[in-house]
């Protein structure tokens, strides 16, 4: 069964950091692009950023440039995403996707129709 599993999420002031985890089951992470997704309250569901098949193939949404880093450890079959200074407005759910192949960042993404595997998500509340 193909599968990912987010974790990771919670409360944080502003300013503060948190890492997610995105552990995959059921196929070869190496041969996977992931992409983190966030949806919050209202809004429509957006790319936050893409990793490819090479841990240098990765991408990001303008408004968390240099705050988020996205890598991956193919061996524990996990990407995680590195949030740094974190604000308000990154509350939202997070998801991460896999998608077979994919090289070129979110907009590569975006354009191939493959099967995409979704997981649940993980709540990211920033407060104070």
């Known amino acids: 069964q193909l599968q990912v599993v987010e974790s990771g999420g919670g409360l944080v002031q502003p300013g503060g950091s948190l890492r997610l985890s995105c552990v995959t089951s059921?196929?070869?992470?190496?041969?996977?692009?992931v992409v983190w997704f966030r949806q919050a309250p209202g809004k429509e569901r957006e790319g936050v950023s893409f990793?490819?098949?090479?841990?240098?193939?990765?991408d990001y949404v303008d408004s968390v440039k240099g705050r988020f880093t996205i890598s991956k450890d193919n061996a524990k079959n996990t990407v995680y995403l590195q949030m740094n200074s974190l604000k308000p407005e990154d509350t939202a759910v997070y998801y991460c996707?896999?998608?077979?192949?994919?090289?070129?960042?979110?907009?590569?993404?975006?354009?191939?129709?493959?099967?995409?595997?979704w997981g649940q998500g993980t709540l990211v509340t920033i407060s104070s």
């Open positions: 059921g196929f070869f992470l190496d041969y996977y692009a």
């Open positions: 996707a896999a998608k077979a192949g994919i090289s070129g960042g979110l907009e590569a993404w975006n354009r191939a129709r493959y099967q995409e595997i």
């Open positions: 990793i490819g098949l090479s841990d240098r193939d990765t």
